[in-house]
């Protein structure tokens, strides 16, 4: 088998999620190798750009970016735009794209990637509109739908977002984590047995499970897969049996007659009601006491947008007559010790991260400090119609003072705090 023929069977098996199998092709043609090749570098350095080893992924691509003809250049470039985009380094991620686009301007995948590159910055029309040209020129590109999806829920615009939305289970990135099902997606009938699965993070799997309501009546019996940490909680508050991943759900439950996604419902059954919906097992006992959280996200997910210094909050922690309790996950309580935290606190005042759904889904008054480039949950004043009790308070030119002061002032007016 030579390069060309190796470069093709790993870049097959790659597509279909089998990236172990990818990379041993990779690791026995390189080693036979006489020489190294600028087409096997960029398959290469692409899957372990796809398997979050950036370092490596990039070293690969820049070195079959210094070996081939700068003309055929634009894929490599593209995917190490990728790969930047994903370590946080918008600057080189976009100078990256604008390389790539000035190559070869009529590209779908540039374009498409410049589509997501704009996702999360706080220019949903700009992720659009560059979606929408990729589509142009094809029309059945997966990561183009999956990125004009998640413009429009940027923008607001639900009905519209929802079928570009369903993409995302075929693009690379997401394609491992389809379930292997041999029942049929479900699509809203009345069946006897639906096993309901989760995605993305604990956040996600909590708001979008406030659709469940509406699940019910449709199903004989309902089946949840869900995150580990989360199974406990949905247990008793759906009273369903919840199982954390989906080996163990088919062990115990065989197949279901459907399934679906937790992030398919809504286009299925539409938005929420807001109102709470999982159990709040401890209720404040009538202090003023106030949860609070500074840091959410990893370098994926805008970990530096999403979190501030815990000490820029001193201007609300130093507010007199409060007992404020920490409930930033890592420091050392269980999940479900900082479940019964918020449960027990009057308020929860958060940056973007999991503590804001716990406390949206509980019914408790939530104040969120929101980035200027926020995810498309985070839009509007508030988060209806997903949550009722959620408030936001927003950063203004990249400075979180205003919203800080805006939030201790609030605090002061609610507990009549106003002469401390």
């Not at 019910?216 to 949840?224: K, N, Q, S, W």
């Not at 507010?319 to 935290?341: A, T």
Request: hydrophobic share 40%; proline share 5%.
């Amino acid at each position: 088998m030579n390069i060309q023929e190796a470069v093709e069977l790993g870049l097959k098996y790659h597509s279909q999620g089998d990236f172990r199998t990818a990379e041993s092709i990779y690791e026995q043609t390189m080693a036979q190798a006489e020489r190294l090749d600028p087409s096997l570098l960029y398959a290469y350095g692409t899957l372990l750009v796809a398997q979050e080893r950036y370092a490596l992924g990039c070293a690969l691509l820049q070195a079959a970016i210094g070996m081939a003809v700068p003309e055929q250049c634009a894929p490599l470039w593209t995917n190490l735009a990728c790969a930047y985009k994903h370590m946080g380094r918008d600057e080189q991620a976009l100078s990256c794209y604008e390389k790539a686009l000035a190559l070869d301007p009529n590209q779908p995948d540039i374009l498409a990637g410049l589509s997501g590159f704009w996702i999360n910055k706080n220019d949903p029309k700009r992720v659009e509109d560059y979606a929408r040209r990729a589509l142009a020129l094809k029309p059945d590109h997966h990561a183009a739908h999956m990125h004009l999806g998640m413009g429009l829920l940027e923008q607001g615009r639900y009905e519209e977002a929802w079928p570009h939305y369903e993409y995302r289970w075929e693009t690379p990135e997401r394609i491992r984590d389809k379930r292997p099902y041999k029942a049929t997606r479900w699509h809203g009938q009345f069946i006897n047995k639906l096993a309901i699965h989760g995605e993305q993070g604990l956040g996600d799997e909590i708001l979008f499970m406030s659709l469940l309501y509406k699940v019910r009546g449709r199903a004989e019996t309902i089946v949840i897969e869900c995150a580990d940490r989360l199974v406990k909680t949905f247990s008793e508050s759906f009273g369903l049996r919840c199982y954390p991943d989906h080996a163990s759900l088919i062990a115990a439950e065989g197949e279901p007659d459907a399934y679906i996604s937790m992030g398919s419902l809504p286009s299925i059954l539409g938005l929420p009601d807001g109102r709470p919906f999982l159990k709040r097992p401890h209720k404040n006992t009538g202090k003023m006491r106030v949860g609070y959280t500074w840091a959410g996200g990893t370098i994926r997910t805008s970990v530096n947008d999403r979190t501030i210094p815990r000490e820029m909050l001193d201007p609300i922690l130093a507010i007199p007559g409060i007992e404020f309790v920490p409930v930033q996950y890592g420091e050392g309580d269980s999940f479900d010790d900082l479940q019964g935290k918020i449960a027990s606190c009057d308020l929860i005042i958060s940056v973007c991260q999991t503590a804001v759904h716990q406390a949206g889904a509980m019914g408790v008054d939530c104040w969120v400090l929101v980035p200027e480039r926020a995810a498309w949950r985070y839009n509007g004043d508030d988060m209806l119609p997903w949550y009722r009790s959620v408030k936001f308070f927003r950063q203004h030119s990249g400075d979180w003072t205003i919203p800080i002061q805006e939030i201790a002032a609030s605090l002061k007016e609610r507990y009549g705090l106003l002469a401390a």
